[in-house]
C-alpha cells in the first residue's frame, strides 16, 4: 500500500479522481437533497412551468406581454430589458469615459482637475447608492400637469422623461438595428481580412458600398414598419394631466442609464487614461517632426494606439458593466434578475430558474467577450507596430 | 554670465502659464472648465452650506428652506452608523467599528505584511469586534445578528468576507496552476463561472436557494450563508489576481528552490507566494476597494447595513422630503473608507513601481 502511494504517476491520478469527484458528488448530493426538499413542498420539478401563464405584470417591455403570457415570454421579456439597458448605457459609459479619459491626458491643468473630480467622485461611491440617488432625483421632477415642453418636444417629468420618436413598429426598429450592427460586423470582418490586401480606391469602394447599403436598408425597413395613418415623427404634446405621443422614458430605466453610465465611464476613463500614458512618447514626437497638426497626432496616432492598447483591459470592464445591470432590482427596473426573482416568488420553481438565470448570464457574458475579442482581433497590432 | 540664465526661470507663474494658458485653446479651454467648476462649486455650497439647516429636529426649518436639510443626519444618525442595534449598548457598536477600522490601518503598514502577523492580527480583530457585538460573554448583554445593523454590520460583512475569502483566493490559485491538468481544469471553470455570474446573483442564490439545497444541519443563518457565497465570488476574482502574481515571477524562481531541493510547500511558503503577493498588491487593494463598495449589495437581499439604514432613517413620514440628504450623507460615509484605501493603493503601487528594476 505504502509502495502505491510512493508511486507518482498513481499517486497524481487518484489525487485528480478524488478531486473532480469531489465537486461532482457534491453537485449531484445537493440536486438530490433539492429535489426531496421540493417533493415534500408538493412541487414538481422539470421546466413544464415555462408554458404556464404568469399572471402578473411587467411595467417595462419591448415586446408584446401581458398578464396570460406564459413565463417563457416573462424572461425572455427580462433578458431583452436587461440587454437594452447594457446596450445604452454601455456606449454611453464609453463616450464619458473617452471624453474624461482624454482631457486627464491633455496637458491643460483645469481640464484634468474636472476630469480628476469626476473620476474621484463617482468611483468611490457604491453604484446601488448611485442609482437610488439618481432615482430619487428623477421622481422629484414637476408633474406631467406643471412640465413645459423643451426644445419643440422634449419634456422633463416626475412620471418619466419624454422624447419624440418615429411612428414605426418594434418589429421594423428590430430589423434596423439587426441590419447596422450586422453591417458594422461585415466591415469589422472585412477590415481585418480583405482590404489590407486591396489596393486603396477598391477598399474605399467597397466600404462606400457596404455602409450605403446599410443605412438604405435600414430606412426602408423602418419605411415598411411605418404605422399606418400616423405621421413619421411622433411629438410629445401636453393633454390634460399626462403627455400624448412621443417616447416615454420611465424614471426606472433612466436612473439606470444615468447611474451605470456615469460609474461606469469613471471606471472607462481610468483605463483610457492607462492607454494614452502607455503611448510611448516617441510616437507623438515623430508625428510632430512630420509636420502634423496636434488634432492630426491625436486622431491619427495616439487615439488608435492607446485604444488598442487598453482593448483587452476594456472587454472585462464591459463584461463587469454588464453584470452591474442587475441592480435595476433596487428600483424595480424589470430586467433578466428582477423577472427571474418575481417568478421565483411566484412559482417556486427555484432550481430551475436560478439555472435559467445562471445560464442566461453565462450565455450574455460569455458573447458579449467573444464578440469583444473579435473585435479586438481585428483591430489589434501586429508584429513590430508598436514597439514600447 | 551663467548658463543657467538662458533658460526661463521655473517660476510658480510659468508653471502655471504652462499647466493653464500654453496656447489660445488652452486658454479658452481651461476659462470653460473654471466656469463650470465655480458654476458646479457655488450651486453645491449654496445648497449644502448657505442655505441648509443644521440642528438636530428642525423639520419646520427643513421644509421652509431651498437648501439641504441636514437636520436629518443631526436627528437619526444613530440609525445609520448602528441600525436596530439597542440604544444603550451602542457603544460597543462604536468601539468594535474602531477595531476593526484600526485592524484595517495596521494592515496598511509594512511591518505587518507577514503570514505570521498580518492573519493574527486580523483574526484577533474579528474576534474582538465579534465578541463586542454578540455579547454574551463578560456580562455583555447578548445582542443576535438580527439586529445588528448600519455601519457596524457593512463592516462585519466585509471583514468576514476578507477573512473567509482570502485563504480560499490562495488555494484556488495553487489548484488553478497545480501541475496535474484536471486539478488546474476543474478549478479554471469553476472560477470562470463564478467570475462570470453577477454578485447579486450569488448572494441571491446563497440568501434563497441553499435552503433547499443544503442538509438541515448545514443551512446556518441567511446573513452567514450571504457571506460565505461573497467570500466564494470573492476568491474566483482574488484567486485570478493572485495567479497573475505568480505568472510575473521569473521561472528561475522556481527552478532554484527546486533545484535546492526546498518542498511543495516550502517553495509556495517562502518563494512564490510573498513574491506573487508584492506582484499583485496594487490589484489586491482595488479588488478590496470592489469589495468594500459592493457589501452594499447586501440592501438587496434584505439586510439593514449603511444603505438600507440610510433609506430607513428617512423613510417615516417626518423626514421623506430628506431622502437626497440621507443618501448624500451615506456616500460621504462610503466615500472616506473607499477614498482613503484606493489613495493607499496608487501610493503603494508608485512606491513599487519605484522599487522595480
Known sequence: MAAILKNRRIRDSVLQVAFVATILLTIVV??????????????????????????????????????SSPYWKAILVGILNSLFLGAIALPLATVIGVTVGVMRTSGNGMAELVGVTYVETFRNVPLILQLLFWYTLLLALPTPRDATLILGGIAFTGRGIYIPGLNVTGGSAFVATVVVIAGAALALWLKARRWPDLNLVHARRERRVLWGGVVGLAVVAMWIGRIPETSLMSIPEQRGLNFREGIRISPELMACIIAISIYGGAYIAEIIRAGFNAVPKGQSEAGRALGLTNWQIFSRIRLPLAVRIVMPTLINQYVWLFKATTIGIAISFTDFFMVISTAINQSGQTLELIGIL??????????????????????????????I | MSFAADFPKDSAFNKAKARYFATPTDAVVSALFAAFAVWILWSLANWALLHAVFGANQRDACMATEGACWSVVSTRWRIVLFGLYPFEEQWRSAIACVVMVVVAALSCVPWFWSARRLPPLWIAGFAIFYVLMRGGWFGLREVTEQNWGGLSLTIFIFAAVSLLGMPLAIVFALLRRSDLPWIARTMALVIDVIRSLPLLSIMFTFAIVMPFVLPDWAIGDKLYRVIVGYAL???????????????????????????????????????????????????????????????????????????????????NADWNFATIEMYVFVALIFFVFVFTLSRYGAYLERRLGVGRR
Open chain 2, 233 to 315: 465570488f470573492f476568491a474566483c476574482y482574488q484567486a485570478e489576481i493572485i495567479r497573475g502574481g505568480m505568472q510575473a515571477l521569473p521561472a528561475g524562481q522556481e527552478e532554484a528552490a527546486k533545484a535546492l531541493g526546498l518542498t511543495y510547500w516550502h517553495r509556495i511558503g517562502y518563494i512564490v507566494l510573498p513574491q506573487a503577493f508584492r506582484n499583485a498588491l496594487p490589484p489586491t487593494i482595488n479588488q478590496f476597494v470592489i469589495t468594500f463598495k459592493e457589501t452594499s449589495l447586501v440592501t438587496i437581499i434584505g439586510f439593514f447595513d449603511v444603505m438600507a439604514s440610510g433609506r430607513a432613517a428617512s423613510g
Open chain 1, 358 to 387: 445562471m445560464g442566461g448570464f453565462l450565455i450574455i457574458n460569455y458573447s458579449i467577450a467573444w464578440v469583444l475579442n473579435r473585435v479586438n482581433d481585428a483591430i489589434k497590432l501586429r508584429g513590430t507596430q508598436l514597439r
Open chain 1, 30 to 67: 445537493a440536486a438530490i437533497t433539492a429535489r426531496a426538499n421540493l417533493d415534500a413542498q408538493g412541487l414538481t420539478s422539470g421546466f413544464g412551468f415555462l408554458e404556464r401563464s404568469t399572471g402578473w405584470r411587467i411595467s417595462f417591455s419591448l415586446i408584446e406581454y401581458s398578464t
